[in-house]
């Protein structure tokens, strides 16, 4: 399986651009590299810098989820709320990788797409929090938290930013100003890209699932290109 999205990956990259290795390599020397982690050798050092979520919103696109070797979205609600809640009391919600493409027009992200999902659910008002209000404080607690002094309500971004208590509006704001750590890396091969994937997320080989959800998205061109391209044709002739 993990070789068949290899032969789907290359094969997309002639056809639609996207970025691959040698295309004479061999099924031998595609097995040696995909099953052997310490062989690889990166041309790329990574940068670590940061980035505020206002201004990770307004450049919406720069960062691409979509990579042909991620998954889909896992993360059940309450995954991403306790992200959400994270971020407003100042707790690390760890490094994002992204690389940059080969066309330099955005980049990959390489890990972090859950993450990245939830902070958008939370600013597209999918995902509502817990704010704490009293007389003495208003505060997003912890979810496992419990209060007896005060009100609990749950609330969206937009419905934070027009609540009529000035406090929580203020509190609002600090969500744009969270500043969230990620490293860059310069363009990689598609597949290297793939190989670094699994080593951040697990630090091994991909599992069987893995290997077959990584391809999924490439295989989906794959069969687009082969039906538009060539069945198309051969049922025109």
Known sequence: IHILGDLIMTFNAEHINVEHPAVNESIGDMRNR????????????PNP???????????????RDDAPYQRGYAWDDMRN?????????????GSFHIVEDSTQKFHWILDGKQRHHAIYKFHNNDTQIPVYISETNVRVPVIEETETKGNIIRLTLSQMKNYKDDRVRLLAKEFNRFKIPYIQWKPLPILTQRDLFSQVNYSSSLNMNERIYCPNFMAKKFFQVVFNSYFIKFLDK
């Open 34 to 45: 995909v099953c052997a982690w310490d062989k690889l050798v990166f041309n790329a050092v």
């Open 81 to 93: 709320e306790k992200l959400i809640v994270s971020i407003f009391n100042g707790i690390p919600i």
């Open 49 to 63: 810098k940061d980035i505020s979520i206002s201004d990770l919103i307004e450049n919406e696109g720069d960062w």
